[in-house]
T-cell receptor, first 116, second 118 residues
Framework: DGGITQSPKYLFRKEGQNVTLSCEQN?????MYWYRQDPGQGLRLIYY???????QKGDIAEGYSVSREKKESFPLTVTSAQKNPTAFYLC???????????????FGAGSRLTVL | AQTVTQSQPEMSVQEAETVTLSCTYD???????LFWYKQPPSRQMILVIR??????QNATENRFSVNFQKAAKSFSLKISDSQLGDAAMYFC???????????????FGQGTRLTINP
């Protein structure tokens, strides 16, 4: 079955360490997204990519980095510059195209990052 | 920039009854899409229903329907015959219909936690 796989599901990090969250999709979707979820704040966009080798900052990109070397993969690195990284991270993807406005985001199951 | 507001942090309803979740949004655009997503305790985001702004007819999906008031910028979700499995966080989301770069990103509300009482 097609879908989005995020790993790891749970991750613990010491302060000052960089960590990378994996996101892989086999839906043949062009666009991929990273969202951060905190209690009471909904989902906030970190980075997104609409095509391979191209990505744009979202609303809260500081302290994060991404790459898009393959269509299927969009890893997110949480760097030591991110001051409050403890959160739930969701990866999503969708198709582009002429009628892409109607396309729906498909989400992964998420990764929970805790800074010790 | 577009914003989405859900003014009800928590709601509860008796099983088999009907509940309405509120959502308002702010935009200067005339063409856009609105969505309701459900996030159960597993935290998997699941699409409940979507509405195209250019369509006047309200979307329905089985027990789920919306009341879309474009002039008022309101997009409420009605759940009929509530079931225990409907218990979840519900998020309202906005997306521009434009195809310019960045237009496909979703803007989410803060969410409403729905509890179903047996």
């Amino acid at each position: 079955d097609g879908g989005i796989t995020q790993s790891p599901k749970y991750l613990f990090r010491k302060e000052g360490q960089n960590v990378t969250l994996s996101c892989e999709q086999n839906l043949n979707h062009d666009a991929m997204y990273w969202y951060r979820q905190d209690p009471g704040q909904g989902l906030r966009l970190i980075y997104y990519s609409q095509i391979v080798n191209d990505f744009q900052k979202g609303d809260i990109a500081e302290g994060y980095s991404v790459s898009r070397e393959k269509k299927e993969s969009f890893p997110l690195t949480v760097t030591s510059a991110q001051k409050n990284p403890t959160a739930f991270y969701l990866c999503a993807s969708t198709n582009r195209g002429v009628s892409s406005g109607a396309n729906v985001l498909t989400f992964g199951a998420g990764s929970r990052l805790t800074v010790l | 920039a577009q914003t989405v507001t859900q003014s009800q942090p928590e709601m509860s309803v008796q099983e088999a009854e009907t509940v309405t979740l509120s959502c308002t949004y702010d935009t200067s655009e005339s063409d856009y899409y609105l969505f309701w997503y459900k996030q159960p305790p597993s935290r998997q985001m699941i699409l409940v229903i979507r509405q195209e702004a250019y369509k006047q007819q309200n979307a329905t999906e089985n027990r789920f329907s919306v009341n879309f008031q474009k002039a008022a910028k309101s997009f409420s979700l009605k759940i009929s015959d509530s079931q225990l499995g409907d218990a979840a966080m519900y998020f309202c989301a906005y997306r521009s219909a434009g195809i310019i770069q960045g237009a496909q990103k979703l803007v989410f509300g803060q969410g409403t936690r729905l509890t179903i009482n047996p």
